[in-house]
């Protein structure tokens, strides 16, 4: 007999006991995981090279303002800028559904591949949609989940604009950060009633990292004293504002983490109290025959800690292997696009196992240094 | 009597305190144990004799007074030196066997060796040999529960012995036995003594049990009679 076997025997004691332990570590280290996961991938600006190169233009007062369409000449001529284009939110709601599930922009279909070039789709599909003025391209999520194929109709009813709309679908894209908007012509939402001669922002597409603050700066400059003063950021500054919105949903998922550690150490904690408390006789007996308090020490801490790491290896490893291999997309109907289980995730949780085997350990651990012998063999079983 | 003492208790008292009342477990106790004498321990219940046989055994410390085994002064030793000790000194049998639920005869019967430098064959061919002087080799594999409480009681006496110490002490070894199983363990104990020369300290208010022992003494209210 190994020390290691005497302990691995002890833990398994009570096998019921320690399988409940051991899940309810498990379950909830997957379920911290989960939260981290989402957190991360709500929170998470996009990182594409794409987005480096963007300029989003917006009126300064609100986001809810348009912009004239005059502008766009003018930010046209501005050195660095490659590619303006309109870019409006159209709100519409998908046939007779309560809400919008997806998100449909106006913009314009030939500078399509010029300021999103990540989005990834067949070449005679590009040329179907510039064609025709009442095409539009979907994403492969959306596509997906609505079983939406080339050539079918997408009815949508704005809640922005007093119009309804349909749209036949020219293509489906997918490669992008965010493979479920809807894009289409808007010159086609200016005729089918729109606001003709307004827009709700320019996307810019500028030549090079280096030249973003110049043209951000110069835009900004352009409409300085004009009645649409406008605020041009770069993509990431843009998405990082919605960011901030996403601060208190921060604030409660970070609450329920700390609520569930909480919870676990009082499951572990009572779990080893339990055990330990019935063998306060045998850790008399082993005392006597002469195993010193941090022999005892190891034990306990041992068993602790191999129950919440078992727990752990279970949980994150469950979190890990599920994120990993399927798709996030699906599960969660195009909520989210992927669940990335980062080395630094699974760390904060190993580290909340490792924080729960030595914390679990510690009363009973005094309990034991405190016991004499002579206390503990009267102890009955 | 030619051995040299092995056990010195000189004006050894245990006193609690329990509130304003103190309880005087031992009374200014002396008694000089030889190597290779079994000595069994009278009294009534509350006597003082397993709070005699704990501080002999180096598991509890007296309020005052000396006791010194194989001339070390146990007072000296702190608790992890003194944990050593026992393990090095001592063999515990207790009345209730107190063996491991969960490990086997064999397992049980190791237990004190995990703390020592003892290896491979030659920790096997010392759990073998404790085993067989108890006559349970056929039983090592067994659990305790697969087990009768005489058996139990030899399972426990190997493991007390198992690191071949000087010294044995029993707190009413016989207590939850048979008469026969009785028998069994303190011809045991009394072969200790006899042939491998151990000292034995036997606890018990059993007459007949006190009869296997080379020299038999009372305890009464913490004192010792004479
Ligand atoms: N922890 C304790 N606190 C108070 N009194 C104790 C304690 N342990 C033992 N005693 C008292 O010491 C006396 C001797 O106890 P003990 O040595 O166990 O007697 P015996 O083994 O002869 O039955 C008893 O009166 C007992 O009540
Ligand atoms: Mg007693």
């Known amino acids: ?381 | 009597m030619s051995a040299p003492p092995v056990v010195v208790i000189q004006e050894t008292s245990k006193i609690y305190q329990q509130g304003e009342i103190n309880v005087i477990a031992l009374d200014r106790v002396s008694l000089t144990i030889r190597g290779g004498e079994f000595l069994s321990l009278m009294g009534p219940s509350g006597s003082g004799k397993s709070t005699l046989l704990h501080i002999v055994a180096g598991v509890d410390r007296p309020t005052s007074g000396e006791c010194c085994v194989r001339g070390i002064d146990l007072k000296r030793l702190n608790e992890s030196e003194l944990a050593d000790w026992r393990n090095q000194n001592v063999g515990f049998v207790f009345q209730a066997f107190n063996l491991i639920p969960v490990l086997t005869a064999y397992e049980n019967v190791e237990l004190p060796l995990l703390l020592t430098r003892l290896r491979g064959k030659a920790r096997r061919t010392q759990v073998n040999t404790a085993l067989e002087l108890v006559g349970l080799a056929d039983r090592r594999n067994h659990l305790p529960r697969q087990l009768s409480g005489g058996q139990e009681q030899r399972v426990a006496i190997a493991r007390a012995l198992v690191t071949d110490p000087p010294l044995m002490v029993a707190d009413e070894p016989t207590g939850n036995l048979d008469s026969q199983s009785a028998h069994d363990v303190l011809t045991i104990l009394q072969a200790l003594s006899r042939s491998a020369g151990k000292t034995v300290i036997l606890v018990t208010h059993d007459p007949k049990a006190a009869a296997f022992g080379t020299r038999t003494v009372h305890l009464e209210k913490g004192q010792l009679l004479n």
Not at chain 1, 156 to 168: N, R, W
Not at chain 1, 191 to 209: D, H, L, N, T
């Open chain 1, 1 to 381: 007999m190994t020390i290691a076997s005497f302990i691995t025997k002890n833990a398994l004691r009570n096998k019921r006991r320690a399988l409940l332990c051991v899940l309810s570590v498990a379950v909830s280290l997957f379920l911290l995981v989960t939260l981290q996961v989402a957190l991360r991938e709500v929170t998470l600006p996009p990182e594409d090279v794409g987005a480096a190169l963007r300029v989003v233009v917006r009126n300064k007062i609100s986001i809810s303002s348009p912009l004239p369409a005059r502008q766009r000449a003018v930010i046209e001529r501005i050195p660095g800028v490659e590619a303006v284009s309109p870019f409006s939110f159209f709100g519409g709601k998908y046939r007779n559904e309560e809400s919008m599930s997806f998100a449909q922009f106006a913009m314009d279909p030939k500078l399509l591949r010029k300021i999103f070039g990540e989005a990834k789709m067949p070449e005679n599909q590009y040329a179907a949609f510039e064609a025709d003025q009442t095409a539009c391209i979907l994403g492969k999520v959306t596509a997906d989940k609505y079983r939406l194929k080339v050539g079918d109709r997408v009815p949508l009813t704005s809640t922005l604009y007093p119009c309804s709309i349909e749209l036949k679908i020219a293509g489906i894209y997918e490669g992008t950060i965010d493979d479920r908007n809807l894009l289409f012509h808007h010159k086609y939402l200016d005729e089918a009633g729109g606001s003709p001669g307004w827009v709700a922002m320019w996307w810019v597409k500028v030549r090079s990292v280096e030249e973003m603050p110049r043209v951000t700066e110069a835009i900004n400059r352009a409409f300085a004293s004009s009645s649409a003063e406008v605020r041009a950021e770069t993509e990431r500054a843009f998405q990082l504002s919605f960011v901030a919105m996403w601060g208190n949903i921060k604030i409660m998922v970070h609450s329920i983490c700390t609520v569930v550690v909480f919870t676990l150490v009082l499951v572990t904690a009572s779990t080893m109290s339990m055990a330990i408390r019935e063998r306060f006789r045998e850790l008399a007996v082993l005392k006597a025959l002469g195993y010193r308090r941090r022999e005892l020490f190891a034990f306990i801490l041992a068993e602790s800690f191999g129950l919440a790491a078992l727990g752990a290896i279970i949980g994150i490893g469950t979190a890990w292997t599920l994120f990993t291999h399927a798709s996030i997309a699906k599960l969660t109907q195009g909520i989210f696009l992927t669940f990335e289980v980062t080395p630094r995730i699974i760390g904060q949780a190993a580290l909340v196992a490792a924080s729960l085997g030595i914390i679990a350990s510690l009363a009973p651990s005094i309990a034991v240094a405190r016991m004499s012998v002579v206390e503990g063999l009267k102890t009955l079983d």
